[in-house]
């Protein structure tokens, strides 16, 4: 199964290089000759090694997985035919359609228990477009998913509080290894890791900085561990007999839930089975005819959602569609390295600009918003003690880059977004109808102020959900626990490539 055809038709003009044709056209299989081989291409298109003395041997055409991807956005902005197969939101529809029939044979024991992860980005996104709260969107969304047969629905926000404790752990643990020296090889700067875009281009281009990324999972990622581990535990039920879907705001996410780190040999299942992005949940429900402002709004929420039991309301975390983890990590290791406290919320209200702090300074570099830098302050001296930056947009991660090869870099820590204006501005986000650019930038503005504008934000280690499902999965010990570490973590690939397949110096 394809993508859908809206993937083409996303603007995603701050990328690498858009409208790129995809860099593997075919696979040359080594065949152990250096007789000065050449490649020819046939009157059908067919491509031909031959040999120094006239020998002529067809090539095997390539298939593109997303395993092959790049991430420079050139396959899914301008051609026609898409290359790499994966998911859509008609393997959802095809799913639940095979659970009906097995439940109406009387086959129902044989039939996926279907869960489905929504992102916060996505909510807000569709707020947006039907003028919506995001809480309204999240019990629409619910109600319209229950329906159609799934099973649970969960918020990807309740998990994105686990990476935030265990990505703040990580970063004290990196920077008391280093006592604080930037540099030094594995240990500091510790860039963010749960943006793929990002990830899939520092592997495959410049696998110099993968001792730097962070090794904890993304919210997706986590919960796909959830999922498959914890709940299949808790349910009685084998993972492959699971089939989760995550709904989120950008098409890379597919990439991410297509790595072989996250998936299982003993139960032939990954964590995440399938990636709906935004746009193609909203046009799954105007294929199946269902109206989503008329639709009615569940009255209860599963149980793995951030929520606000008093009145109803969804929490949410302070910071940037990012995820928030500059903002925690570095609130985080105030106190934790330095008894500094000064609360995520007040950062994010600092770099929103809507109030000051004295031990919290941040500016833009050349007035970029965004490429910030933000510095925790000592209150004896007003000297920096953390330096932090947030960078989005892959111009400015060029720039990043290029700093970190050199030595040049200052920071401790970095949130790193492939998207200019991060994951409100994901790839498969829903776009305005009027497709200029000041149209798009009010859009995504909007997007931005109803994700971080929820009615109420809520400390990881407030959710008590979250410390009720950390004790009951990892035991006494908790995020100490070698499970936790096993689980809560992943790994990363760097990519030898003879030349650089984009014929790009940066």
């Known amino acids: 199964m394809s993508f859908s055809g809206g993937l083409r038709l996303t603007d995603l003009n701050d990328y690498i290089t858009p409208g790129q044709e995809c860099i593997k056209p075919v696979e040359i299989k080594k065949t152990g000759r250096s007789d000065g081989s050449q490649i020819k291409v046939g009157t059908e298109g067919d491509y031909y090694e031959v040999s120094k003395d006239g020998e002529e041997t067809k090539l095997e055409k390539a298939r593109i997985t997303l395993n092959d991807c790049l991430a420079c956005s050139g396959c899914v902005t301008s051609a026609e035919t898409v290359l790499i197969t994966m998911q859509s939101h008609h393997e959802l529809l095809s799913i639940l359609e095979e659970n009906r029939r097995l439940h109406s044979s009387g086959q129902g024991a044989q039939a996926k228990h279907v869960v489905v992860t929504v992102s916060p980005q996505t909510r807000a996104s569709l707020a947006v477009k039907y003028k919506l709260s995001t809480t309204s969107v999240?019990?629409?969304?619910?109600?319209?998913?229950?329906?159609?047969?799934?099973?649970?629905?969960?918020?990807?926000?309740?998990?994105?509080?686990?990476?935030?404790?265990?990505?703040?752990?990580?970063?004290?643990?990196?920077?008391?290894?280093?006592?604080?020296?930037?540099?030094?090889?594995?240990?500091?700067p510790v860039l963010a890791s749960w943006c793929p875009g990002w990830v899939c281009y520092a592997e495959k281009t410049h696998s110099e900085v993968l001792p730097w990324m962070s090794t904890t999972k993304s919210p997706q990622q986590t919960m796909g561990s959830v999922v498959k581990d914890y709940m299949a535990k808790k349910l009685a039920i084998s993972p492959d007999h699971i089939y989760h879907v995550a709904i989120m705001m950008c098409y890379d996410k597919k990439l991410e839930a297509s790595r072989d780190d996250f998936y299982s040999d003993i139960y032939k299942t990954r964590d995440v089975d399938c990636v709906v992005t935004t746009g193609e949940f909203d046009r799954m429900m105007s294929e199946t005819g269902v109206s989503f402002v008329e639709v009615a709004e569940s009255e209860s929420l599963d149980s793995l959602f951030k929520l606000d039991a008093a009145n109803g309301h969804l929490l949410s975390s302070a910071g940037t569609s990012a995820g928030g983890g500059l903002e925690y990590v570095m609130s985080y290791a105030a106190r934790a390295l330095f008894g500094i406290e000064v609360t995520a919320d007040q950062i994010a209200a600092v770099g929103r600009g809507e109030s000051q702090h004295p031990l919290v300074q941040i500016k833009a570099v050349r007035n970029q918003s965004d490429h910030r830098e933000f510095a925790l302050l000592d209150p004896s001296t007003g000297q920096p003690r953390l330096q932090f930056a947030a960078v989005y947009g892959f111009r400015h991660l060029q720039n990043l880059v290029r700093k970190l090869k050199s030595g040049r870099s200052i920071y401790h820590y970095v949130e790193v977004a492939a998207c200019p204006s991060?994951?409100?501005?994901?790839?498969?986000?829903?776009?305005?109808?009027?497709?200029?650019?000041?149209?798009?930038?009010?859009?995504?503005?909007?997007?931005?102020?109803?994700?971080?504008?929820?009615?109420?934000?809520q400390l990881p280690e407030q959710n008590l959900g979250l410390n009720e499902l950390i004790y009951d999965w990892f035991g006494p010990e908790g995020l100490d626990s070698e499970l936790a570490k096993k689980i809560l973590h992943t790994q990363f690939h760097g990519v030898v490539a003879k030349a650089n397949p984009l014929g790009v110096s940066w």
């Open 138 to 188: 999240a019990r629409r969304m619910t109600g319209i998913l229950k329906q159609m047969g799934v099973d649970h629905v969960f918020d990807s926000a309740f998990t994105r509080d686990l990476t935030l404790v265990e990505s703040a752990r990580e970063f004290v643990q990196r920077y008391n290894s280093s006592e604080g020296q930037v540099g030094d090889g594995k240990s500091l």
């Open 422 to 457: 991060a994951c409100s501005n994901g790839g498969g986000q829903i776009q305005p109808e009027d497709p200029s650019p000041s149209a798009k930038k009010q859009w995504v503005s909007e997007t931005e102020r109803l994700y971080t504008t929820s009615e109420m934000n």
